[in-house]
């Protein structure tokens, strides 16, 4: 029943060839369900031969028509805007905490939600705060801010955020009188949702886009407890502390989403100082706030784990070129990993298209998360390994 109600549009969309015969059966399958026709043995005793002739002849131009109209508008259908399942956020607001420059996946991700038609909320961590907003009140972000339609994206107001305290009480008195944080405000995670409480009632997407190890450079042997304590704090309770304080003003069928990275369960040599353990916990925490989230809010948890980009906070690690060759020379997709991919990526998970989608880890890495083994090794010389053919 399912395939006869089936509209020749949905057929000739799903095809990209589309035949006579086939789309002769696609009208006659539609003409018969459009009419309520009468028994055989009905018609023969009510019409002549010359009526049933009359019958056949208009089916038959109706049918032609048909085809005509649909060859038309297959020909036609790569004009106007497409019919499909656009990614649409209008209406919906993001507070995005992390952003500091204009080259990170914070600001990609910021981007894309805003192409999608979503209002712009960004968290910038304190120190960075003066240069970020002095950067673009003097438009030197302005090429960057270019979205796909030629507008700029806005955002709407930007907030002081140290995600590592999550209220006043858990400053300690070195930090309040660091001459970095002066003349800022209203700052630690309780503060920050409580402003954007008071300036804009609610929000619909939460995004995580913070990292930060103090001893990343070090052997994860060689880390102190409070190098390994404060990368955890940092880049993974961090996400913990977000949600718990703001998801009171996240709208029902909210979505919140986080960055992560390979090195979570694989070895990455040199990212150490206790950063893998933080993204390890970071993902396995994803799956325990989905649940938690889910059933007591209906908000979504995802977390992206994106592969290597040479971002400024990147270069802090020290080898992020050398990882960025890695993935080109082995991943299955030789190609650049772009910001705006992995921006795209977090769009969609924000969107109702990814209604039933919470709890996961989506790799946007040209699937090198799915590579057992570096085939630019020498040992595998002899192998038949597959090469782009551009290349």
């Known amino acids: 029943m399912a395939a006869s109600a089936t509209s020749c549009a949905q057929v000739a969309a799903s095809r990209p060839r589309v035949t006579t015969q086939n789309l002769s059966k696609c009208i006659i399958t539609n003409f018969g369900s459009g009419i309520k026709v009468a028994s055989s043995a009905k018609l023969k005793s009510s019409i002549n ?6 019958l056949r002849h208009s089916f038959l131009t109706t049918t032609s028509k048909a085809k005509e109209s649909v060859i038309r508008a297959m020909a036609s259908s790569s004009d106007g805007p497409l019919s499909g399942l656009p990614v649409d956020l209008r209406g919906k607001r993001a ?4 952003i ?7 600001w990609a991700i910021a981007k894309s939600l805003a192409a999608a038609g979503a209002e712009i909320l960004v968290g910038t961590w304190v120190p960075a705060l003066n240069i970020f907003e002095s950067s673009l009140r003097r438009g030197k972000f302005d090429e960057s801010r270019v979205l796909p339609d030629g507008s700029m994206m806005e955002i709407s107001k930007v907030y002081p955020l140290d995600a590592v305290y999550d209220s006043p009480e858990d400053v300690p008195e070195d930090v309040k009188t660091n001459k970095r944080y002066a003349g800022s405000s209203n700052w630690t995670v309780k503060e920050a949702a409580e402003c954007v409480k008071q300036d804009f009632g609610t929000i619909d997407i939460l995004v995580h886009s ?3 190890g103090p001893e990343v450079s070090k052997p994860l042997l060689e880390t102190s407890r ?3 304590l404060a990368a955890v704090s940092a880049s993974s309770y961090s996400f913990v502390s977000l949600l718990k304080h703001f998801i009171p003003i996240m709208n029902p069928g909210g979505a919140t989403i986080s960055l992560t990275y390979i090195a979570s369960e694989r070895i990455i040599p040199g990212y150490g100082g206790g950063m893998s353990s933080a993204k390890a916990a970071l993902e396995s925490d994803t799956k325990v706030l989905a649940f938690e989230a889910g059933r007591k809010h209906k908000v979504r948890v995802n977390t992206i784990s994106a592969g290597p980009l040479g971002s400024r906070a990147a270069k802090a690690i020290g080898f992020i070129d050398m990882m960025i060759n890695y993935s080109l020379e082995n991943a299955p997709l030789q190609k ?6 992995v921006g795209n990526a977090a769009a969609f998970l924000a969107s109702p298209l990814a209604s039933a989608v919470t709890g996961q880890v989506l790799y946007v890495d040209n699937g090198l998360n799915a590579m057992g083994v570096g085939v630019d090794s020498p040992i595998f010389t002899d192998l038949n390994i597959p090469k782009d053919i551009k290349s």
């Open 210 to 212: 913070l990292a930060n």
């Open 49 to 54: 031969i010359s009526s049933t002739m009359s």
């Open 226 to 228: 409070y190098g390994y």
């Open 336 to 341: 650049d990993l772009t910001a705006e991919e």
């Open 100 to 106: 500091a420059d204009d080259n990170g996946y914070g």
């Open 95 to 98: 507070f995005i905490a992390g």
